[in-house]
């Protein structure tokens, strides 16, 4: 390499709290496992039907909190890498938030009402924004270089 810096040393800490969301995500699929055999949902069901599982809305909620969060996983993804470019603290920062509200989102739905998802974990979005802002900031910067 001739030593340009493509991404600030700083960027480790953007890769660490991607890193940090996929935990979560394995913890939330292991959530869904358990509910499968709780609720004696078994694959390749995707969603119960209330039909046939007088438990089908317990186990939804606990299988949509996760598809949800697959669902978010580029668009988080995405902006943290973009954002982190230029702005890697904020963005590592704001990548930390998001999955902490996003745990308060998944376990907010796991309970079985689903508006319990918002209690909480709609603050998760408050950080995406942030994420938004911090990846418009790194494209305007690089257009202006």
């Not at 001739?2 to 935990?23: A, C, H, M, Q, R």
Request: hydrophobic fraction near 45%.
């Amino acid at each position: 390499m001739s030593g340009v810096e493509i991404v600030p040393k700083e960027f480790g800490y953007v890769v660490l709290s991607i890193v940090f969301y996929i935990f979560l995500n394995f913890w939330m699929a292991g959530q869904v496992g358990k509910a499968r055999k709780k609720y004696k949902v078994f694959y390749p069901t995707l969603y119960a039907t209330e039909s046939e599982n007088k438990d089908a809305k317990l186990f939804n909620c606990v299988q949509r909190g996760h598809q949800n969060s697959l669902e978010m996983m580029p668009t988080f993804f995405i902006l943290t890498v973009l954002g982190g470019i230029k702005h890697p603290l904020i963005a590592s920062s704001l990548g930390l938030i998001y999955t902490f509200f996003r745990y308060f989102y998944f376990t907010g739905y796991a309970t079985g009402d689903p508006q319990k998802r918002l209690t909480v974990g709609k603050y998760g979005f408050l950080a995406l924004l942030g994420l938004l802002i911090c990846s418009i900031s790194c494209g305007v910067n690089l257009l202006r270089a």
